[in-house]
């Protein structure tokens, strides 16, 4: 058995059940669930339609590397979206499909830390977990940024110490963040570039929630467009990540790709070729279509802002919540312990939260996460405003 495996903290959802565990809540209400990051829009017809079309792939095995037409629909949304100049991007170097970003963030470390030296792999803290267990089973350690009110929930790059970055491999970055909708900006994502060509090590961007955002004038920006206004035309030392599943509503199509860096995608696509990852046929032709496409990203934004608008205003006096710069998660400041008012929100009302302790790990003398939640509006509008009256209601109790 791998030893490494025994290092793996339980996931924040295995923690949320046994908290949970022994409550009977209300069954004259039904169960609102607002802890899981799983969208619930409905999928664009024209997608599901054009896997279907395609269910006759399914009799050969596809490339690692995927269909060119794939890489060629994803290169083109990559250099629309962020504004890269016109062939910046090679379909053929620059990008590889993966099924979720999920899978690649996780594998890429794999990929690419030497476990020899006593490597380092920094990560903000909250987190996707998926980062630290990356780092643990490839041979690193991780090393938690802090993000709190004090430092506008962004990770601290002035405050990481020389002999951190010395050992640093891996950065991993989250904008919009999960679990706090904070956006990296421009010059965020700039020094974070500089410092990785100081101290030699690589930046892992997931920007999975880059298309949920309130102003349609004013996306997010990202870090392969940051790196090409900054004149590096190779994208040395930076990789993204991008998804179908927030974008598109298509969690169980597992699509999405890693672009950056022509050296690095080379090595990823040699690790992934004995990993046996190929991305089926039919997920192919359907993310083809999901990528030519933003008139159904432009609705599913819409939905998301009637959401915002809607919760906000009716917990925004009783609960301290803001909302996101992007994404689609508030993380506001519980009154009481964070696991106590989610075990207490869904005793009383039948409401699930994620307690933000469970998303953090301790680390310099705190835990971030505490006496914070994180609540996904994911579910339908008339379910998000339910469940708003519902906690408004367990707040006046408290």
């Not at 997608?47 to 037409?69: S, W």
């Not at 990770?155 to 640093?168: M, N, Q, T, Y």
């Not at 940051?226 to 927030?246: D, I, N, P, Y």
């Not at 929100?345 to 469970?358: E, H, I």
Request: glycine share 8%; with cysteine.
């Amino acid at each position: 058995m791998n030893p490494r495996l025994a290092r793996l903290q339980p996931y924040p959802f295995q923690r949320l059940q046994a908290l949970k565990a022994g409550v009977t809540p209300p069954s004259v209400v039904d169960h609102i669930d607002l802890s899981i990051g799983e969208p619930r829009h409905a999928p664009p017809a024209f997608v599901t339609e054009e896997m279907i079309t395609h269910l006759h792939g399914l009799g050969r095995y596809p490339l690692t590397r995927g269909d060119a037409r794939l890489r060629e629909a994803a290169a083109g949304w990559l250099a629309r979206r962020f504004g890269l100049p016109s062939g910046r991007i090679d379909p053929e170097r620059h990008l590889l499909p993966v099924n979720g970003t999920r899978e690649a963030l996780f594998a890429v470390a794999q990929a690419l830390i030497d476990p020899a030296g006593a490597p380092l792999v920094l990560m903000p803290n909250p987190f996707y977990q998926i980062y630290e267990g990356a780092a643990l089973l490839a041979g690193a350690e991780p090393f938690y940024l802090n993000t709190t009110a004090e430092t506008d929930f962004l990770p601290d790059l002035d405050d990481v110490p020389e002999e951190i970055w010395r050992r640093c491999r891996l950065l991993y970055l989250c904008t919009p963040g999960n679990p706090t909708g904070r956006v990296m900006d421009d010059g965020h994502l700039r020094q974070a570039i500089e410092l990785a060509d100081r101290y030699d090590f690589v930046i892992l961007s997931d920007e999975c929630y880059s298309e949920i955002y309130p102003d349609e004038a004013v996306p997010p920006p990202g870090l392969l467009g940051v790196a090409a206004g900054m004149g590096r035309t190779a994208f040395e030392r930076c990789l993204v990540f991008h998804s179908l599943s927030k974008r598109s509503n298509l969690p169980g199509l597992r699509s999405g790709f890693v672009a950056g860096d022509a050296e690095l995608i080379a090595a990823f696509l040699r690790y992934r070729t004995y990993h046996g990852c190929a991305m089926p046929p039919p997920a192919q032709a359907a993310s083809i279509a999901a990528w030519n496409d933003e008139a159904h990203v432009r609705t599913n934004r819409d939905l998301y802002r009637e959401k915002f608008a809607a919760v906000l205003d009716i917990l925004g006096d009783a609960l301290e919540v803001a909302p996101p710069d992007a994404a689609f998660y508030l993380w506001p400041k519980t009154p009481i312990d964070d696991a106590e008012f989610a075990r207490g929100l869904y005793a009383a009302q039948n409401v699930t939260v994620l307690p933000g302790s469970f998303l953090s790990r301790d680390s310099g003398g705190i835990n971030p996460g505490r006496n914070h939640v994180r609540m996904a509006l994911v579910a339908p509008l008339d379910e998000c405003i339910d469940a708003a009256r519902r906690i408004r209601a367990y707040l006046e109790t408290l």
